[in-house]
T-cell receptor, first 119, second 110 residues
């Protein structure tokens, strides 16, 4: 399957600082990428849909000014957690949609995730 | 997107087939059934998807009932490394968003 990478894999930061997470599709172009968050022992929660060259679409309850998303190219989307606080500590996962899978259907491939700890 | 229902947990003996059920009684005609799994502390891994016909790949088989109201993911020879949470998701082909439920926690035991 297609490969999606994330960087960094884990990050520890002080409260009040901003953290940038990169998501790259390595062997395919992705006009659409997605950002998820997962707390311990819970399922993945969709935060936003990132569209190349346009503004991201945020799910209800997700603060767009706190979670800045940039999708500058067909292979790169970034999530910046601004003024991070301990409650933002979580596992952040991106996915990228590959349009050219079998039968004209679409498949999303996920990155390995970034674990954020805010002290 | 149609809601899916899965048992919260299942056990399977190593080397045996693991059959994971999923109910999607309200699925519409152009919604695909996708299966992903998440091994602890990793990103979800795509397994397989289908619309009407049964599908098979190197990882698993997907059996969809004729009325499309339910499906079964089959891991033919489960190994310890197949221990994970398995998610069944109904998704429109164009522009759909993967919304994860609680999934089935599969434990493969020696």
């Amino acid at each position: 399957g297609a490969v999606v990478s994330q960087h960094p894999s884990w990050v520890i930061c002080k409260s009040g600082t901003s953290v940038k997470i990169e998501c790259r599709s390595l062997d395919f172009q992705a006009t659409t990428m997605f950002w998820y968050r997962q707390f311990p022992k819970q399922s993945l929660m969709l935060m936003a849909t990132s569209n190349e060259g346009s503004k991201a679409t945020y799910e209800q309850g997700v603060e767009k000014d706190k979670f800045l998303i940039n999708h500058a190219s067909l292979t790169l989307s970034t999530l910046t957690v601004t003024s991070a606080h301990p409650e933002d500590s979580s596992f952040y996962i991106c996915s990228a949609r590959d349009l050219f899978t079998k039968g004209g259907s679409e498949t999303q491939y996920f990155g390995p995730g970034t674990r954020l700890l805010v002290l | 997107d149609a809601k899916t229902t899965q048992p919260p947990s299942m056990d399977c003996a190593e080397g045996r087939a693991a059959n994971l059920p999923c109910n999607h009684s309200t699925i519409s005609g152009n919604e695909y059934v996708y299966w992903y799994r998440q091994i602890h502390s990793q990103g979800p891994q795509y397994i397989i998807h289908g619309l009407k016909n049964n599908e098979t790949n190197e990882m698993a088989s997907l059996i969809i009932t004729e009325d499309r109201k339910s499906s079964t993911l089959i891991l033919p020879h489960a190994t310890l490394r197949d221990t994970a949470v398995y998610y069944c998701i109904a998704l429109y082909n164009q522009g759909g968003k993967l919304i994860f439920g609680q999934g089935t926690e599969l434990s493969v035991k020696p």
